[in-house]
């Protein structure tokens, strides 16, 4: 059981993850100069082989039990009209992803990836951020420890994803209220409103901004003012990747947002993730470079459900099955 | 067997190819426009889905039986001191793949491939183009014939990787032949060579150019020209799945290369095949949009081996997952 009731709790928890371990990616870097190819030309591959040898402390990282956390929440802010479709479609899909009818379903049994599907509250929609905090405390923790429980003992890859009529505007709350800058350079279409529903998002995100205005003070607090449970639930499944060094693949503008929410609460919380794909929201290539992050894919993909950040633990794995399945020049008896 | 037994015959039989099935691809598309996600939500996802439709002539295409086609031989230019690598390496790096040790060992099978691995006359390298021709045209066919006999029964989907000493200079060769430009324009590091190595390639390039008129004037004799044993295979094998309407991945600039004297020799020979990866080697970015190909991946990778184009087995095997196993709105009860 996670052990905090309190966001600040939370907040002590995370702080207090230790780091990934420099000797084993020191190791893993080292193994792999010696591998037989010219020195760095796996590129991409190697980077992210190191780093994931570094989180599973070894100079030898396998991928052999990813997971997809999916979670599936519901917001206030839909009332708005922000969204191209009704918020009944969260629920709809939620029965698609049971049913393995959804693109995630598809993708993460392409990839051998274990697919988690986790519906919050959804006939609980959060309140509308426009008129003040979509979650209480109570219920922000409630949502981050479902996240947290949610990370499946043995699992050595994490792809958190998410299902959300209208949760694009939530993403864009967040970024104002965490990047900085005006509400329109976070908003994007999302699932695809047109001009008028786009407008209408930006009036959104900027009522949220003015009626929460803790948000820009404290990032758990803007993930409690502005955010969703799907949103607080990936926060917390990334949380508990951090504390148990697992490696994690962020997905699109939500589940990229719900990683900002921990780099912005505690530095650092963030560096066991990378950026699976760069999705199609514009405002995402924004909050990537915001947070360092330089995504493995570029597929033009825009639709969440962690599919993006799934195709990409194909390349993952393929990384660590170079850096731990090659022959070096000397095995090999290769001229080097 | 093959039907050819010179260049013109290979030539007469890609000129007779059929195309893509257009009414599979038709249909591919319309069940696209139906499945539970927002429209084009998947981005290129959707566009390889519909690509190997086509050429599997289905609406629901799948891969399930990938084949990494790997070639080696030797090259006489590499006697100008235009590789990193001495000449041995070729024969070692192909006991390496036999034994298991090399990168595209662990990224086949890390992406569920069944590499096969052809050595071609190791011992007898082709000569050296800055001479005069590398091949005759019986050795240029007999490389052609192995590389068409060398696609499997069952292969759904082909990547035709390589590797041979001294080929990103035969590859640069084939470029300035078919492309145009100056050597310079087509010459990078290739396995890593320092500046003196790269002005040796630059050199080679422009006196095989030189020493070899007839390359310029057909897309067939460049080849035979300036190409290796390993690149002429490649190309029989991309011709052997064009003619068999199997969809193909090419990997870096050497894969691309062969691909390239395709697409130069008879236009729409290579329809069949989608660029796997962007190759660190700078020129192949210019080759890739010569060839109008628009890689799947940009990984910075550059080790040739088939290795760039196999992770892109993933994309498109998770791309024709989706197409052939969402739900559409109708069967999920989903409200489009």
Not at 141 to 151: D, F, S, T
């Amino acid at each position: 059981m996670p052990d905090f009731a309190t966001l600040a709790e939370f907040r002590a928890l995370l702080a207090a993850a230790p780091g990934c371990d420099q000797s084993a990616r020191a190791a893993a870097e080292a193994r792999n100069d010696t591998l037989t190819k010219p020195l760095h030309a796996l590129g991409r591959l190697e980077e992210i082989a190191v780093w994931v040898a570094g989180w599973q402390g070894t100079d030898r990282p396998r991928i052999e039990r990813p997971q997809v956390a999916l979670f599936a929440a519901n917001h206030g802010v839909a009332a708005q009209a922000v969204s191209a479709y009704p918020a009944e479609v969260t629920a709809q899909m939620v029965l698609n992803f049971e049913a393995g009818g959804a693109a995630i379903n598809q993708i993460a049994a392409s990839v051998g990836a274990r697919l988690t599907v986790r519906a919050l509250d959804l006939d609980r929609p959060t309140g509308d951020f426009t008129q003040g905090p979509a979650m209480t405390e109570a219920e922000c923790v409630a949502a981050l420890r479902i996240g947290w429980e949610a990370l499946e003992p043995g699992t050595d890859l994490l792809v958190p994803g998410e299902m959300g009529i209208g949760n694009t505007t939530a993403a864009a709350a967040l970024a104002t209220a965490l990047l900085g800058g005006d509400a329109g350079d976070w908003v994007g279409r999302g699932s695809g409103v047109d001009d008028a529903g786009l407008a209408r998002k930006v009036a959104a995100v900027a009522a949220g901004l003015d009626a929460n205005p803790e948000a820009r003070a404290d990032p758990l607090q803007a993930l409690r003012c502005l955010g969703g449970r799907e949103i607080a639930a990936m926060a917390g499944a990334i949380a508990a990747a951090r504390v148990a060094r697992v490696p994690v693949i962020l997905d699109g503008y939500i589940s990229t947002a719900a990683g900002m929410v921990l780099a912005r609460a505690v530095p650092g919380s963030l560096d066991h993730a990378q950026a699976g794909h760069q999705g199609a929201e514009a405002a995402h290539r924004a909050m990537l470079a915001a947070l360092d992050l330089d995504p493995i894919l570029s597929l033009g993909m825009r639709l969440g459900e962690g599919s993006g950040a799934a195709i990409a633990i194909a390349v993952v794995r393929a990384a660590c099955a170079c850096q731990s399945g090659m022959a070096t020049f000397g095995e090999a008896g290769v001229s080097g």
